[in-house]
């Protein structure tokens, strides 16, 4: 059977909701779940669901995921079926749904082992000097993270000693009942190791004191919108995550997964999204999304780095550039799986870079608003010269100086 998706039109639930007053402090976020999830039970005793003939049409699927049967905030229907003729018409009789086929999300790769280093030689962390963080702790900056949540939508987090004590959970989806479920943290590929370290690694990261939420969304770097939104839908409803980072994508603008994204950022949650590794004129779904803070990669020497994707979009009436913003991507060094520090090439290498940032900002001042937030990273960003405006957005990621500059 193949899997598809079925959903909302003009979400009501989605536009009742206002971002204006949510902060990114934890019970304020419980606070609004728990208007979503009321809004969703709401939504479905008026409207009972789908139109009987459609009721009727489904007998033929499996249902996988219903809004009305969980504590849904997606409001996304999953179901398998194997007719096509059957699907046409179940189409028909989903007026208020875009019924769109389950598609691939994959790992977006980056390129592995530029160069390894050990602690006795000496680490190389450029990237901290470029976004300012080192010249912020050489200044007594003494901001950590400390208590801000970052869920790692990724290949898995091997909790090693870089980042020791900072894996405050781990899940991954059960197949069978489609339900996240608790598990020891453990990563299926490597990937999500490398990330989770330059967000909350002791020596390699910008937050080292960051709770981290590791969520198999790909084990083994491959995956599918499904399991894109059954996380978004476990992840809204955590009161403790402010920050999402994702380095995972469809190539080119599909639009099936930006209704829960719009959702996320309407329940305080911040999506930092790697923007894709295939060079200029291409970009990766969500990370090409209005919605989302979008990362490109930048090099040692000032520049956007080749392989970062980026440039101008076009989707749902809006003319926009992505990415949003730069970081350093190139040559970074983090933790691996086993042990040791490797630097590796990606805007993956990136993004934990942003969402670490994120989190400073957010230890700082915990009751601001996701408005304010993204203002704060975006306000102060650097301009690379001499590149492709396009693929740098407002330039390079920098500590916001208030943060840290009084300090000295």
Not at 11 to 38: F, N
Not at 74 to 96: A, C, H
Not at 190 to 202: I, Y
Not at 261 to 282: H, Q
């Amino acid at each position: 059977m193949a899997r598809f998706l079925a959903l909302p039109k003009n979400d009501p639930v989605i536009a009742s909701l206002s971002m204006a007053d949510v902060t990114m402090a934890p019970e304020a976020r419980a606070a609004q779940v728990a208007r979503v999830i009321e809004a969703r039970r709401r939504l479905g005793a008026q409207t009972r669901g789908p139109e009987p003939a459609a009721r009727a049409r489904m007998r033929s699927a499996e249902i996988v995921a219903h809004p009305e049967e969980t504590t849904s905030v997606t409001g996304v229907m999953v179901f398998d079926m194997d007719d096509p003729e059957e699907l046409e018409r179940l189409k028909t009789d989903l007026p208020n749904y875009d019924v769109v086929e389950d598609l691939p999300l994959s790992l977006i790769q980056p390129v592995r082992a530029t160069a390894s280093h050990s602690v006795e030689a000496g680490l190389d962390l450029w990237h901290l000097d470029a976004v300012a963080v080192a010249a912020a702790r050489a200044a007594g900056f003494g901001g950590t993270g400390k208590g801000v949540g970052v869920a790692i939508l990724d290949t898995g987090v091997e909790e090693v000693e870089e980042i020791a004590g900072r894996v405050a959970s781990a899940f991954r989806l059960d197949r069978t009942t489609n339900t996240p479920v608790a598990i020891q943290s453990e990563d299926t590929e490597g990937h999500g190791t490398h990330v989770a370290g330059l967000v909350a690694g002791s020596r390699v990261g910008v937050a080292p004191e960051a709770d981290l939420m590791n969520y198999v969304m790909i084990p083994n770097a491959l995956g599918n919108i499904s399991d894109f939104i059954f996380a978004i839908d476990f992840v809204a409803r955590r009161p403790e995550i402010s920050i999402l980072n994702m380095s995972a994508g469809i190539p080119g603008f599909h639009g099936a997964m930006k209704s829960s994204v719009v959702l996320l950022k309407r329940m305080g949650i911040l999506p930092v999204i790697a923007v894709g590794n295939e060079g200029p004129n291409t970009s990766r779904s969500p990370g090409n999304y209005a919605e989302v803070l979008s990362v490109g990669a930048a090099n040692r020497h000032g520049r956007v780095a080749s392989f970062s994707s980026g440039g101008s979009m076009v989707a749902d009436a809006q003319s926009y550039d992505v990415p949003d913003l730069v970081a350093p991507g190139a040559e970074v060094t983090s933790c691996v799986m086993g042990g040791g520090y490797e630097a590796w090439d990606g805007s993956s290498m990136a993004t934990p870079l942003v969402s670490g940032i994120a989190a400073l900002i957010v230890e700082r001042f915990p009751t601001i608003t996701l408005s304010d937030l993204t203002e704060e990273i975006i306000g102060v960003l650097q301009p690379l010269s001499g590149v492709d405006a396009l693929r740098q957005g407002g330039g390079m990621l920098q500590l916001p100086p208030h943060l840290w500059q009084a300090v000295s």
